[in-house]
């Protein structure tokens, strides 16, 4: 019977990685599956309300960027992680069990395989990651976000099924709510950048709002994203402008506040860009740089390309560049209205059923 299989999921480190392994469980347990998680020990204490009737930790590390004894050590708790997590698997049996990139899926992933149970790996970035890379030659199926993914060989490409990335709930009731054309009102501007953005954003787009014109500047609303050590700079930059702002280091209803604005400012991870599609909202994305795999610009690329996004590389994110493209945009209101239907056309709200469909698909074929 379908509703007997074991589904495990493997994710952990960042949002990025568990927002989709969330929005997959919930996706298979709507479809009569059950469902475990597994993450790496750092992990285990923020998943405490994960969708899983279970959540296994094992060891996990990231060997990049380090001196040869740290680089040793962490290929040390890799392994020890990968032999703790195939001992986990044989007990606990899965039907399937689906890796969603970053170091904390290796052990589950690789456990899996030498357990002899059927694995997929879910790529959610346009150029796959380093970890699913090392994966993926012994992935039965890679998912993708994209329908396009960089550094694959022609073997892992023919293993690729492109499903899009899964999206949580909250996102999809965002998504009923329709695009508001600015017209010659208000502009509502949302500005964040995750645990990794919101420093730049704090300083630039408050000093690029200054260098508005008065008449530019009585068009905007402004929900920023910002640490609590930028919070008062940045709030006093808006008051001192006349600004309607709401400032805060966190937004827990994120997709609403997306779906209330009329443009966006942030990163372009995979969840970003994934939740701009479903959502339909147009954006200047700004790639954080440093990745090996330059994973946020393909991915800025991508929107951009299907005229959704203006994408601005980090060197170019000056206050000066980032006030003559809000200038042009205040200008053009309908292009707003343009892009925004752009990107919501790139949308895939079903990602998550997809994928669970192609998930239940292996566990009802696997031994």
């Known amino acids: 019977m379908a509703a007997s299989k074991l589904i495990m999921l493997a ?17 298979l347990h709507a479809k009569g599956m059950r469902v475990v998680l597994m993450t790496d020990t750092r992990a285990a204490e923020f998943a405490g309300s994960f969708p899983a009737e279970a959540v296994h930790a094992v060891p996990a590390a990231t060997p990049s960027g380090r001196s040869p004894l740290q680089k040793a050590k962490a290929l040390f708790h890799i392994a020890k992680g ?5 001992r986990i698997i044989r007990q606990v049996k899965p039907d399937v069990v689906v890796g969603f990139g970053g170091y904390p899926t290796v052990p ?4 899996a395989s030498l357990a002899g149970v059927r694995t997929l790996i879910h790529e ?12 993926a030659g012994r992935a039965d199926v890679i998912a993708t976000g994209f329908a396009k993914v960089g550094g694959l060989t022609e073997a892992q490409q023919a293993k690729c099924r492109h499903v899009g990335n899964p999206v949580r709930p909250a996102v999809i009731a965002a998504a009923a709510h329709e695009y508001d054309p600015p017209g010659e009102g208000k502009i509502r501007l949302l500005v964040f950048g995750g645990s990794q953005g919101a420093r730049i954003m704090a300083d630039i787009v408050p000093p690029a709002v200054q260098l508005l014109t008065d008449a530019e500047r009585a068009r905007l609303t402004i929900v920023q994203q910002a640490r609590a050590e930028d919070d008062e700079r940045v709030r006093g930059v808006y008051e ?25 400012i942030a990163r372009s991870g995979a969840s970003t860009v994934a939740e701009l599609t479903v ?4 954006a200047l994305l700004v790639p954080l740089p440093g990745s090996l795999d330059q994973d946020q610009a393909a991915n800025a690329a991508f929107l951009e390309g299907v005229g959704g996004a203006t994408r601005i590389l980090q060197p170019d994110f000056t206050p000066r560049h980032l006030a003559a493209e809000l200038s042009k945009l ?7 209205t343009t892009m925004a239907a752009n990107a919501k056309s ?7 059923d997809r994928l669970a469909d192609l998930v239940i698909a292996m566990a009802n074929h696997s031994n």
């Open 346 to 352: 790139a949308g895939i709200p079903d990602a998550a």
């Open 124 to 135: 959610q970035n346009a150029v796959i990651g380093r970890a699913n890379r090392f994966l």
């Open 240 to 264: 001192t402008l006349g600004i309607p702002a709401t400032v805060a280091p966190f937004f827990k209803d994120l997709p609403a506040q997306m779906a209330g604005a009329q443009l966006v």
């Open 82 to 86: 990968t032999f703790s997590a195939r």
């Open 330 to 336: 205040i200008a053009q209101p309908t292009h707003l």
């Open 279 to 282: 959502i339909g909202r147009p």
């Open 108 to 111: 589950p992933v690789l456990g």
């Open 11 to 27: 994710a952990g480190g960042t949002g990025g990685h568990l927002f989709p392994a969330e929005a997959l469980s919930h996706a």
